[in-house]
């Protein structure tokens, strides 16, 4: 189900849109009011949604699509919430890679996701190890950013389209790959 420009009063029910449809129609309903705010700088709805779009649509540039697997190793910072928004945006899940684990772990889920691609900091990139994966640093690539379309078509959509897989530890000690459908993030929030 495509939702570009859909209002939550026209949806079916939520449970048929992804989390970025929800995150859209707040963007469209309060495009000033602020959504993030991190160490005294702040995004509004606005400012999120064109530069999530303009990550969407680089991400697309570069073969990203539905079904693709975008791995994320970010600080919490507002890129973090873009770099989400943009890998949904693009019809792609999510893989968060956090920067406190192993290069081994690291390099271990990288593999085991098949992430088409990392998204990183350019001091985070000692973490990805001898990876073969295409990177995408957000700070060194801000100009394709900047010069990508902020407006976006959506990108096909089902709820049962994994939106990102999560590693736990699993029971034998190696990460184990979860993945969760847009249908059940959604749910969550």
Not at 44 to 57: G, H, V
Not at 60 to 86: H, K, Y
Not at 94 to 102: D, G, K, N, Q, R
Request: overall charge negative; hydrophobic content about 50%.
């Amino acid at each position: 189900m495509n939702a570009p420009n859909m209002s939550l009063a026209d949806a079916p029910s939520l449970e048929h849109l992804g989390a970025h449809h929800l995150f859209e129609a707040q963007a469209a309903r309060a495009p000033s009011a602020v959504a993030v705010v991190h160490e005294g700088a702040t995004l509004t709805y606005a400012e999120l949604d064109r530069r999530a779009n303009q990550l969407a649509a680089v991400l697309r540039q570069r073969g990203i699509g539905v079904g693709a697997r975008v791995a994320l190793c970010l600080e919490r910072s507002p890129e973090l919430v873009v770099a989400i928004l943009g890998a949904l945006k693009a019809g792609a899940a999510y893989v968060p890679l956090a920067p406190t684990y192993p290069r081994d772990r690291i390099a271990f889920v990288l593999e085991d996701a098949d992430a088409a691609l990392v998204i990183t900091q350019p001091w985070l990139t000692g973490l990805l190890g001898e990876t073969s994966r295409p990177v995408l640093l957000l700070d060194r690539d801000l100009g394709a950013l900047a010069g990508a379309p902020a407006a976006l078509p959506a990108a096909p959509h089902h709820p049962e389209m994994v939106a990102y897989v999560m590693y736990t530890s699993g029971s034998t000690g190696a990460p184990k790959g979860v993945m969760v459908p847009h249908r059940g993030l959604t749910n969550y929030l």
